[in-house]
């Protein structure tokens, strides 16, 4: 048996930190050259939208046991039998979460959400470990 492996992300991240930063710098810009109010309109929706991020701290999991898969993703959630899935296509992207596409016996495919994954090295291993065909045609 396989320990059971959970991998969280919070929505207080220091990428959300640094776009509230940018963004309430650009208002302050905006504010001191006088701006239309389509930008006011535009960067204000983007400043209340990572202030909520910071203030709802919404976190992602991704829990993987012997038995399933569970995950979590702001109201989004899911589980999946491991005796259900045929196989795993793991994609990994330089510039962020890996994408992955779980296909069921029945043939249906279910993606996961991007936020709850880790690097694709670490899901690749995580789904290997216990005895799931990744990559797999």
């Not at 701006?35 to 709802?56: D, F, N, R, T």
């Not at 995950?71 to 992207?93: N, V, Y």
């Amino acid at each position: 048996m396989t320990e059971a492996y959970e991998y969280r992300l919070s929505g207080r991240r220091p990428v959300v930190w640094f776009g509230l930063c940018v963004i309430l710098g650009l208002l302050t810009l905006a504010a001191r050259h006088d701006a239309p109010p389509a930008i006011w309109a535009l960067w204000g929706a983007v400043a209340a939208s990572l202030a909520w991020m910071l203030i709802a701290n919404p976190i992602s999991t991704l829990r993987l046991t012997d038995t399933d898969i569970t995950w979590r993703e702001g109201g989004r959630q899911g589980h999946l039998p491991m005796a259900q899935i045929t196989g795993i296509k793991i994609t990994d992207w330089s510039d962020g979460a890996p994408d992955c596409r779980i296909t069921l016996i029945t043939g249906e495919t279910v993606d996961l959400p991007g936020n709850c994954l880790p690097d694709a090295h670490t899901l690749h291993a995580q789904f290997t470990a216990r005895g799931l065909p990744v990559n797999a045609p």
